[in-house]
């Protein structure tokens, strides 16, 4: 790894910006007829959402999957207002100067409109094998990825050997302008180092409020020390699946189903972090994490339609900006 690590570009001022709010982009946006992506993808910017996002899986357990960067290609040309955000790429699983021109040539059509998280997996540790990685190395080779590519996202002539790959001379133009954010997901102590190392915020996942705060503590207090570092500018956020319906019974039947069927795992384990409810009861529980530090939240709705949940996530979007507006002033 080089001796210095490359800081990351995006990071600058954000405090006391709008609380941004965004919603997953399911099935139904992201294949079918154009005609009905397009209205969906409009009555998302309308009702006032700041941004789709999509996920990444190559093989996840009975062989489901997306590229997370494909996707956002799509959403990009269909829509040319929202922003797409990933969370997150498995980025171990690739090559980083492939990833850096699927990066460049996205931004070069949609400059500014791409946030890139990235995660480490490990739900699924055969999607990670049958991609040829070691799942014991995924945490290590993700962090020599990183630095690779924001390197080569610069730029520059970008050189790098480390124990999983090597390249020299590696040119990637033109380079993303403005520079891509990067936010790190993950909840182990190793993805709150990376984070604070190579990241300009982190993507927080199933944890309390109060352990939200904490690691925005943590994150911040690593990353304002060393000749690369800044200490202004971080822009973490929350990842969190939500059940809406005005019957609360019926929000958490549908809530549990769908995180069971993905996940494979008791909804139990997920409760405390996933809330369900009405609008006003689902930005009540997220309001919190405004108060630790979270700056953009990425909900994943489970509704009785996907107008339904488009129409909800607006709402609560609209709630939280106006709590955070009324304690700033």
């Known amino acids: 790894m080089p001796a210095s690590i490359p800081s990351p570009a995006s990071r600058r001022p954000v405090a006391e910006t709008p609380i941004r709010v965004g919603t997953l982009a399911d099935d139904r946006m992201l294949s079918g007829p154009h005609d009905r992506r397009r209205a969906l993808l409009s009555r998302v910017r309308d009702v006032g959402l700041d941004h789709v996002f999509v996920a990444d899986h190559i093989s996840f357990h009975s062989g489901m999957g997306m590229d997370g960067l494909i996707q956002a290609a799509t959403i990009a040309a269909l829509e040319p207002q929202l922003r797409i955000h990933i969370g997150v790429y498995l980025l171990a699983l690739r090559h980083p100067v492939a990833v850096a021109r699927q990066i460049a040539s996205l931004c070069e059509s949609a400059p500014d409109r791409l946030v890139f998280g990235v995660g480490v997996g490990g739900e699924d540790r055969h999607e990670i094998e049958i991609c040829g990685v070691d799942p014991?190395?995924?945490?290590?080779?993700?962090?020599?990825?990183?630095?690779?590519?924001?390197?080569?996202?610069?730029?520059?002539?970008?050189?790098?050997?480390?124990?999983?790959?090597?390249?020299?001379?590696?040119?990637?133009?033109?380079?993303?302008?403005?520079?891509?954010?990067?936010?790190?997901?993950?909840?182990?102590?190793?993805?709150?180092?990376?984070a604070a190392r190579f990241g300009d915020g982190w993507l927080g996942v199933w944890c309390s409020p109060r352990r939200y705060a904490e690691v925005v503590r943590e994150i911040e207090e690593i990353g304002s020390t060393g000749?690369?570092?800044?200490?202004?500018?971080?822009?973490?956020?929350?990842?969190?699946?939500?059940?809406?319906?005005?019957?609360?019974?019926?929000?958490?039947?549908?809530?549990?189903?769908?995180?069971?069927?993905?996940?494979?795992?008791?909804?139990?384990?997920?409760?405390?972090?996933?809330?369900?409810?009405?609008?006003?009861?689902?930005?009540?529980?997220?309001?919190?994490?405004v108060e630790a530090g979270c700056r953009h939240f990425n909900l994943m709705p489970v509704a009785a339609?996907?107008?339904?949940?488009?129409?909800?996530?607006?709402?609560?979007?609209?709630?939280?900006?106006?709590?955070?507006?009324a304690k700033i002033n």
Not at 157 to 166: A, I, L, Q, S, Y
Not at 174 to 188: H, K, L, Q
Not at 234 to 248: K, S
Not at 305 to 325: M, P, V, Y
């Open 227 to 289: 000749p690369d570092r800044r200490s202004a500018g971080w822009d973490h956020g929350l990842q969190v699946w939500v059940g809406l319906d005005d019957d609360p019974n019926r929000a958490r039947t549908r809530l549990a189903g769908r995180m069971e069927a993905m996940y494979r795992i008791p909804f139990e384990r997920f409760e405390r972090y996933s809330p369900w409810g009405s609008p006003e009861e689902i930005a009540s529980a997220l309001a919190p994490y």
């Open 136 to 194: 014991k190395t995924r945490g290590r080779r993700t962090n020599e990825c990183l630095v690779a590519l924001r390197a080569l996202l610069s730029g520059k002539p970008t050189t790098h050997r480390c124990e999983f790959f090597e390249f020299e001379d590696a040119l990637i133009r033109p380079a993303p302008d403005p520079p891509v954010p990067i936010v790190i997901g993950g909840r182990s102590n190793a993805a709150v180092r990376r």
């Open 305 to 325: 339609s996907t107008e339904a949940a488009i129409d909800g996530i607006g709402e609560i979007r609209t709630r939280l900006c106006l709590e955070s507006a």
